[in-house]
């Protein structure tokens, strides 16, 4: 079991910037990947932005050049530092723990509770 629990979402306005965190726990040995995914009012749930073990890390197109993913291990703790804020990143952002493999592919098991982010237009 994993645990995730994130936090550092709030009121920005555009043009500002945000640092989500996400502190990971439990038997983080089975985690292969980290993401970050968001769901904005009425919408589906998307991917935003990924970072494996290994280190290698993924941006969906329009978030590219202005989110970062990282991961501070000695913390258990993946981030997103979020800058530029538009108007459109308005949603409730999720941390998630990939348990796949490279040939099952993604299985994004665990969860967090979410953290709103609200950008003001």
């Known amino acids: 079991q994993v645990q995730l629990v994130e936090s550092g979402g709030g009121l920005v306005q555009t043009g500002g910037s945000l640092r989500l965190s996400c502190a990971a726990s439990?038997?983080?040995?089975?985690?292969?990947?980290m993401g970050w995914f968001r769901q904005a009012p009425g919408k589906q749930r998307d991917l935003v932005a990924t970072?494996?073990?290994?280190?290698?890390?993924f941006y969906v197109d329009s978030v590219k050049g202005r989110f970062t993913i990282s991961r501070d291990d000695t913390k258990n703790t993946v981030y997103l530092q979020m800058n530029g804020l538009k108007a459109e990143d308005t949603a409730v952002y999720y941390c998630?723990?990939?348990?796949?493999?490279?040939?099952?592919?993604?299985?994004?098991?665990?969860w967090g509770q979410g953290t709103q982010v609200t950008v003001s237009s």
């Open positions: 998630a723990a990939d348990t796949g493999t490279i040939y099952s592919g993604a299985r994004w098991e665990y």
């Open positions: 439990g038997t983080i040995f089975r985690v292969r990947a």
């Open positions: 970072i494996t073990k290994g280190g290698s890390t």
